[in-house]
């Protein structure tokens, strides 16, 4: 049976300088989304937001494959 492609999005590494206090925020998300069984990462948070606040600032939602 042959395997289908699965396309993996480019992703770009960056490091993030935040304050003691955002990094709390960081965790406490993160950790909330582990009690609640959902699968996720630091990285998939910062992602997230930084999409929210596009929709914020621009005032329009971006259709993404790797959603």
Do not use: W
């Not at 950790?31 to 910062?46: C, G, H, Q, Y």
């Amino acid at each position: 049976m042959p395997t289908k492609d699965i396309e993996t999005p480019k992703k770009a590494k960056t490091t993030v300088y935040m304050t003691e206090e955002e990094e709390t925020l960081l965790n406490e998300l993160f950790i909330k989304r582990l009690r609640e069984r959902k699968k996720t990462d630091k990285s998939a948070l910062l992602c997230e937001g930084i999409k929210l606040l596009f929709e914020k600032e621009i005032g329009q939602k971006q259709d993404h494959k790797d959603e």
